[in-house]
């Protein structure tokens, strides 16, 4: 999730004991990793992450996955963890960054790739930046208060990045209306923050060129 606001929730952390993050189902269950220390980066709670890979259960085998502003890489990880092909953790905190790699090395992900960079960058520099095929699932939970949604699902479409009848979950301020265009299958409301799951507006031989 991003670094540079609070995951979609957090979990308790015991006194005097640094952040941790736990896988919560697949291969890596009940695995916990730490968090770095970054401020404002917080793992999100266990019953949301949950909620939401209920959702994308049946789609998560063999998929390729985009974690864009990754921060703890709990969507990222979880959806390795449950059978993703590849997924690709985008952060641009070096620290973060660096975090994530270790936590990948430690549970032998060799299906998930760390990339250190700016999300909004690397989207508008299109998909063939990473020279890999566009993605069926892509998180994006940009930094609250500064307008980020739209311009990411924008870019998503315009730079090629998802593929036919791909799915992609933002969060986004609970005030802000629903992205116009894309069509919400699921949504959930927590405090100030609303997950929303969307499905492409474009048709599929649109994303497939």
């Known amino acids: 999730m991003c670094s540079e ?3 979609m929730g957090t979990n308790a952390r015991p006194h005097g004991r ?3 993050v736990r896988i919560i189902g697949g291969a890596w269950r009940r695995r916990w990793l730490p968090v770095a220390s970054v401020p404002g980066l917080r793992p999100s709670a266990d019953a949301q992450r949950e909620t939401l890979f209920n959702w994308l259960q049946p789609r998560l085998p063999g998929a390729r996955v985009l974690d864009l502003f990754a921060g703890t890489g709990a969507l990222g990880l979880e959806a390795a963890s449950r059978g993703a092909a ?3 953790l985008v952060e ?3 620290v973060a960054a660096r ?4 936590n990948c090395r430690a549970l032998d992900a060799t299906q998930v790739a760390v990339r250190r960079d700016d999300a909004l960058r690397l989207l508008a520099a299109g998909c063939h930046e990473i020279g890999r095929g566009r993605f069926d699932i892509v998180f994006a939970d940009p ?3 500064r307008g980020m949604t739209v311009p990411v699902l924008e870019q998503l479409l315009d730079g090629g990045w998802l593929a036919p009848d791909a799915r992609v979950y933002v969060e986004q301020e609970n005030a802000l209306d629903a992205p116009l265009g894309w069509d919400i299958l ?3 409301v927590c405090g100030q923050a609303r997950g929303l799951l969307l499905a492409s507006p474009l048709p ?3 994303t497939a060129r």
């Not at 975090?99 to 270790?102: A, R």
Request: hydrophobic residues 30%; glycine residues 4%; neutral net charge.
């Open 186 to 188: 699921r949504e959930r």
């Open 18 to 20: 640094a952040a941790r």
């Open 92 to 94: 641009r905190n070096p």
């Open 99 to 102: 975090h994530l790699e270790v």
């Open 143 to 145: 930094p609250f208060g």
């Open 204 to 206: 599929a031989d649109h």
């Open 86 to 88: 590849s997924v690709l």
């Open 5 to 7: 606001q609070s995951d």
